[in-house]
C-alpha cells in the first residue's frame, strides 16, 4: 500500500511557501486582512493570470481560503497556524514587513452602511466582538454564521427581532468582506437588524448625503456597555 510519508506534505507546504511570488502573496496576507488576485498580482509582481495559477496553489495546499463576494475573489490566509508558520520564517529571514495603510478617508474609514448593514472599522469590530461572545458561530461553509442560544438571548434583549430575522427570505448572517478594513463585518438580516436598532435608538446617525455614519455619544457609551467596543 503506498502511504505519503508526512515529510512529503511538509515538503510540498515549503515548496508553495518558497517561490518567491508565492512568497510576497503569503506575506501581504499576514495582517489578516484580505485582498483580491489583482491586488495580490501587484504584490507579487507577476501577471493577472500568473498571480491566479499561484493562488490556485496556495489553495489547494491549504495556505490560503477564497471568499467570493460579488463579482470579486478575497484571499486570506487559512488560519492562524499558517501565519504563525509565516511569522517564524519571517524571524529567521530578518527583517520588518511593511504594514496595511487604507485610502479610505478617515469619516468612511469609522463607519459607514454597507447597503443596509454596518460597515468599517466599527462594524468590523462589531463582528469581532459577536464572535468572541459565542452570540454566533461559524456555519459548515465558514461564511456564513448561525446565531446561537446565547446570540438569540442576547440579541432579543437588545431589541432584535430574531423570528422576523429568520422569517427573511436572505442569509442569516455572513461574513462580508469589508473593504477599507479588508476583514470582516457583519451582514445578512442581522446585521440589517443591528444598523436599523442602532439608527433607531440614536447610537448613530446617517450622514445627510453619503454613506458614513456618525457615532454619537450614547452611542458610545451603549457599544460599550453591550458589545465592548
Same mark, same amino acid.
Given at each position: 500500500?503506498?502511504? #505519503?510519508?508526512? @515529510? ?9 511557501? $518558497? ?16 485582498? +483580491? ?20 496553489? &496556495? +489553495? ?9 463576494? $460579488? ?12 501565519? =504563525? ?12 514587513? #511593511?504594514? *496595511? ?8 474609514? +469609522? ?7 454596518? =460597515?468599517?472599522?466599527?462594524?468590523? #469590530? ?5 464572535? =468572541? ?10 461564511? @456564513? ?21 429568520? =422569517? ?5 448572517? *455572513? ?19 443591528? &444598523? ?16 458614513? &455614519? ?12 453591550? *458589545?465592548?467596543?
Amino acid at each position: 500500500m503506498n502511504v #505519503a510519508h508526512p @515529510d512529503d506534505a511538509v515538503s510540498a507546504i515549503a515548496a508553495a511557501i $518558497g517561490e518567491p511570488a508565492r512568497a510576497r502573496m503569503l506575506y501581504c496576507l499576514v495582517d489578516g486582512r484580505a485582498r +483580491t488576485s489583482t491586488e495580490l498580482a501587484v504584490v507579487a509582481e507577476v501577471s493577472p493570470s500568473t498571480a491566479s495559477v499561484h493562488l490556485q496553489r &496556495l +489553495t489547494a495546499r491549504g495556505l490560503v481560503t477564497v471568499l467570493a463576494q $460579488g463579482k470579486h475573489r478575497y484571499y486570506s490566509l487559512d488560519g492562524a497556524p499558517v501565519a =504563525a508558520a509565516l511569522e517564524a520564517l519571517s524571524v529567521l529571514a530578518g527583517g520588518p514587513r #511593511a504594514a *496595511f495603510e487604507p485610502s479610505t478617508p478617515h469619516r468612511l474609514r +469609522t463607519a459607514r452602511t454597507c447597503y443596509d448593514h454596518m =460597515a468599517g472599522a466599527l462594524g468590523v #469590530a462589531l463582528h469581532d466582538r459577536l464572535i =468572541a461572545m459565542k452570540w454566533l458561530k461559524p456555519d459548515p461553509s465558514g461564511h @456564513d454564521y448561525d446565531v446561537t442560544p446565547a446570540g438569540a438571548t442576547g440579541l432579543g434583549g437588545l431589541g432584535v427581532d430574531m423570528s422576523a430575522a429568520r =422569517a427573511q427570505r436572505r442569509r442569516l448572517a *455572513f461574513a462580508c468582506v469589508d473593504w477599507s478594513e479588508r476583514r470582516p463585518h457583519l451582514g445578512g438580516a442581522i446585521g440589517a437588524a443591528l &444598523l436599523g436598532l442602532a439608527l433607531k435608538r440614536r447610537w448613530v446617525e446617517r450622514e445627510l448625503n453619503g454613506r458614513a &455614519l456618525a457615532m454619537t455619544g450614547a452611542g458610545r457609551r451603549e457599544m460599550k456597555k453591550h *458589545f465592548g467596543v
